[in-house]
T-cell receptor, first 118, second 109 residues
Framework: GAVVSQHPSWVICKSGTSVKIECRSL??????MFWYRQFPKQSLMLMAT?????????EQGVEKDKFLINHASLTLSTLTVTSAHPEDSSFYIC??????????????FGPGTRLTVT | AQRVTQPEKLLSVFKGAPVELKCNYSYSGSPELFWYVQYSRQRLQLLLRHISRESIKGFTADLNKGETSFHLKKPFAQEEDSAMYYCALRGGSNYKLTFGKGTLLTVNP
């Protein structure tokens, strides 16, 4: 149980275009999802916290107009990289926290999406 | 501000040898500490957390508040332990995690 999927697993797009990444909790509901970015051989950096039915909370330094997050249902959050540039190329990982459990500390991670902007 | 430091990027040991992956943290309150593991071509998964004081796959980790450390230990490493290990901290009432940069453990036969 507690499986998180991401789609696509990898994507190549041209500079200036937008790309959408989906994060789904397959067998549980997730009130809260998180989006991370991971550069090669570096750690995961939290970009934003996605809350179902409300606006995402972005970390300092993350452009909310560039990285649009929508969490329209309890099983789906999307990250849209708008007007992508080569420096946006990275590995994007989402995680989800089980909803309805106040003490649920564990985040379940998706497999990640490799974005390459040419 | 919260911070997690993993001083070793790479750690290589032989099978059967003890292994210790270091983790130090900085946080003004009472943190929750976790170890996550990422095996080759797999997603990140929780290995253990300090509150449960459990041993998973032979690994243990003790929170030392005096030294602000949460080192991961295993007395006899196995080849299948080879993976990337991340120490993470959760502080406050939210569920955000701050990750260290990770340590790549290689267990040689």
């Amino acid at each position: 149980g507690a499986v998180v999927s991401q789609h696509p697993s990898w994507v190549i797009c041209k500079s200036g275009t937008s790309v959408k990444i989906e994060c789904r909790s397959l067998d549980f509901q997730a009130t809260t999802m998180f989006w991370y970015r991971q550069f090669p051989k570096q750690s995961l950096m939290l970009m934003a916290t996605s809350n179902e039915g409300s606006k995402a909370t972005y970390e300092q330094g993350v452009e909310k107009d560039k990285f649009l997050i929508n969490h329209a249902s309890l099983t789906l959050s999307t990250l849209t990289v708008t007007s992508a540039h080569p420096e946006d190329s990275s590995f994007y990982i989402c995680s989800a926290r089980l909803s309805g459990r106040a003490l649920s500390y564990e985040q379940y991670f998706g497999p990640g999406t490799r974005l390459t902007v040419t | 501000a919260q911070r997690v430091t993993q001083p070793e990027k790479l750690l290589s040991v032989f099978k059967g040898a003890p292994v210790e992956l270091k983790c130090n943290y900085s946080y003004s309150g009472s943190p929750e500490l976790f170890w996550y593991v990422q095996y080759s071509r797999q997603r990140l998964q929780l290995l253990l957390r300090h509150i449960s004081r459990e041993s998973i796959k032979g690994f243990t980790a003790d929170l030392n508040k005096g030294e602000t450390s949460f080192h991961l230990k295993k007395p006899f490493a196995q080849e299948e332990d080879s993976a990337m290990y991340y120490c993470a901290l959760r502080g406050g009432s939210n569920y955000k995690l701050t990750f260290g940069k990770g340590t790549l453990l290689t267990v040689n036969p």
